[in-house]
């Protein structure tokens, strides 16, 4: 089936709703009509039936019909498109008052019949030893019918025709706005996400699409704005290294120096180049997983083994800071042990650098119904629910002043746990309160 | 021990040589696929190190003529494709290890070293040594200078894994992946705190310091002259 325009679709819908919304009409209007008329003729023939009946009241024989006749004829003068034949029992046809009028046989009620070129509406009655039908000319009513007829058809061409030129014209004009959209939308390039659509100028039905577009828009925007953030943060994070790396190397070539101070030159070149290298590394391993391929090599695990583990691993350096570490609960779930383990390696390592001494980072496990539920808390300053979501952005840093140069992670960490845990269906969220910051992953019932 | 490099990036591949000869291993170089195939396929090598993306041949062709040839020899990747259809692919070849660029040379040579033990006889020792330090894996007791040293169970972990591949320069990353099955870059300090807790148990009453920092580079047991 060809494609066809909406307003093409509109229009013709519109042509045959109203050719058949008339096409009835038209039928029902001809249909009274034609009842009308044959109420009328019967109307006419039985008033004229009962003088006529007086007339012809004793008649026998066609010998005791004629000296009647003249009555007869006298009465039928009145009514020049009424007619009358008279006939015997024995069917031979005594009187008629015109030539080819119709056969009726021996019908008695009202009948409609057709003669050569009229056509009649005819009243049969017995007489004592007769058969009285009366005859009327409804030639000039039929032609009427037909003439309507022929109308009701044209009508129904007519208003369907102009029907579907008004319903083109509407659905045009109420297809404006949709059109409105696709140009806007045509407009929509990545130089130019801040383009919304009007909602409020849009007609009720389109006002939702609208809307669902405009946050569409919305997410695009965002998405490239963190992507184009993300690209001038890779070139501002290499920047400082790169510029370290040259002044250093330029500065130590200019003069001849010391076995030491070369020694030491490079020495300060390789923690930046391997500060340089982790960076390149976790930004791969991040693309890998907006790429979809971080799949996780599930297996069976105890998830608070994995925790004792990786909370073994930090003890000796949290003892150093005076930090506690507490685990409570237990899970077991079918995950990626390598990932899980770096997953929750950066949040501790995290939670770690903001304990100040002598706090505490408790990682609960619960296992519920429709998953499990892990919580890293730590106590700590609080972080303004704004900034919240924001920490699992890349390069994202709560203090700005805290740049490239120093050991510190590149800010990848925590944006790596969180596409660890998509990966696994599950989400991880930040909260602060009361002293207290929670990272919290929750992870579906494999 | 004679080593094999096939890498076509000619900076690479040379400081590739420089670095593995000068930690005592007999390495030639060849700087594209042909060469190297020629090469892995005729000289009698105990280790190859390939690069996957070469001129000609790539890696994984050059791995597949020589385990159709039927030498068993260890193969060693270097790619800068983290893909994991490819590290599957180069296993299912019969690749021995995998390291994914940007890599430290210390890493490197901690991987090399491991695959060439991994051809030798595994040793059966049941102590292990250096200067006046002991190890009894069996009865699992440390001794320095005779006397019994206290060590948790990841200090000891650490120790043994210092003293069997004592000499050689041990990676951050490689120790945590060897004691603590911690197999990603973690930057934290914590092997360092893990170190200087072992030092102050072994070295700190001794003179003869046998635990040294390597800076750039990770952590070494040996004995070294005062």
């Not at chain 1, 790596?416 to 990272?439: N, P, Y």
Request: proline share 4%.
């Amino acid at each position: 089936m060809p494609r066809l325009s909406l307003g093409v679709r509109l229009a013709l819908l519109f042509a045959a709703c109203t050719a058949v919304v008339s096409l009835v009409a038209g039928i029902l209007f001809s249909r009274a009509s034609a009842a009308h008329f044959v109420e009328l003729d019967q109307q006419l023939l039985s008033n004229r039936l009962p003088v006529l009946q007086r007339i012809l009241d004793g008649v026998d024989s066609p010998a005791s019909l004629i000296p009647r006749l003249p009555a007869l004829k006298e009465e039928l003068a009145h009514q020049t498109d009424l007619a009358l034949r008279v006939r015997g029992h024995d069917g031979t046809v005594w009187f008629a008052s015109r030539s080819n009028l119709p056969d009726s046989a021996d019908q008695t009620g009202l009948t409609t019949l057709q003669a050569e070129h009229s056509d009649y509406r005819g009243l049969g009655v017995q007489l004592p030893a007769a058969q009285l039908t009366l005859f009327l000319d409804i030639t000039h009513h039929q032609h009427f019918l037909q003439r309507m007829q022929r109308l009701i058809w044209l009508t129904v061409g007519l208003s369907a025709l102009a029907t579907a030129l008004l319903g083109a014209w509407a659905a045009r004009s109420g297809l404006r706005p949709l059109r409105r959209m696709g140009e806007v939308a045509a407009g929509v390039s990545a130089r130019s996400l801040t383009t919304r659509l009007p909602v409020e100028q849009m007609p009720v039905e389109l006002a939702e699409l609208a809307r669902t577009m405009n946050a569409m828009l919305e997410r695009l925007d965002d998405a490239f704005q963190r992507l184009s953030a993300f690209s001038a943060d890779i070139a501002h994070e290499l920047r400082t290294p790169l510029s370290n790396l040259l002044t250093h190397t330029q500065v130590t070539l200019t003069r001849p120096r010391s076995l030491d101070e070369y020694r030491e030159a490079l020495h300060g070149n390789l923690e930046e180049l391997q500060w340089m290298a982790q960076m390149v590394n976790d930004m791969l391993y991040l693309a890998k997983a907006d790429h979809g391929l971080l799949m996780p090599n599930r297996e069976p695990l105890a998830l608070h083994g994995e925790v004792d583990a990786l909370l073994e691993y930090y003890g000796a350096l949290a003892e150093d800071t005076g930090v506690a570490l507490v685990r409570n609960g237990e899970a077991t779930l079918a995950g990626d042990r390598h990932m899980l383990r770096r997953a929750l390696s950066n949040l501790l390592d995290n939670a770690l650098r903001f304990t100040p001494g002598d706090g505490e980072i408790r990682v609960s496990i619960e296992e519920r119904e429709d998953g499990i539920r892990l919580e890293v808390a730590n106590r700590g300053e609080p972080i303004d629910a704004a900034q919240l979501p924001r920490l699992f952005d890349r390069f994202y840093r709560a203090d700005p002043a805290r740049r490239a140069g120093s050991s510190e992670h590149a800010g990848l960490g925590l944006a790596i746990t969180q596409s660890i845990v998509r990966a696994h269906g599950g989400r991880i969220q930040a909260e602060s309160a009361a002293g207290w910051t929670r990272f919290i992953i929750e992870l579906p019932a494999t | 021990m004679k080593l094999l490099i096939v890498e076509d990036q000619a900076k690479t591949g040379q400081y590739l040589r420089q670095g593995l000869s000068e930690a005592g291993f007999s390495t030639e170089l060849a700087n594209d696929g042909e060469t190297g195939q020629f090469m892995a396929l005729t000289g009698d090598y105990d280790l190859l190190i390939l690069d996957v993306m070469l001129p000609g041949r790539d890696g994984w062709q050059i791995l597949k003529a020589v385990r159709d040839a039927g030498q068993g020899v260890p193969v060693l990747f270097l790619t800068a494709r983290d893909a994991v259809e490819d590290r599957v692919h180069g296993l299912e070849l019969g690749a021995d290890d995998y390291l994914v660029k940007p890599f430290a040379f210390s890493e490197l040579l901690a991987r090399v070293r491991t695959l060439l033990r991994r051809g030798g006889n595994p040793t059966q020792e049941t102590t292990l040594g250096l200067a006046d330090l002991r190890l009894d894996l069996i009865r699992r007791r440390v001794e320095r200078a005779g006397q019994r040293l206290d060590l948790t169970a990841k200090e000891f972990a650490l120790l043994e894994l210092l003293l069997r591949r004592q000499g050689e320069v041990l990676p951050k990353s490689l120790i945590a992946s060897q004691v603590w099955d911690m197999n990603f870059d973690s930057d934290t300090n914590v092997i360092e705190v893990a170190i200087r807790r072992l030092r102050l148990k072994i070295d700190d009453a001794h003179d003869n310091k046998l635990i040294h920092t390597v800076r750039g580079m990770g952590y070494v047991l040996e004995e070294r002259p005062a």
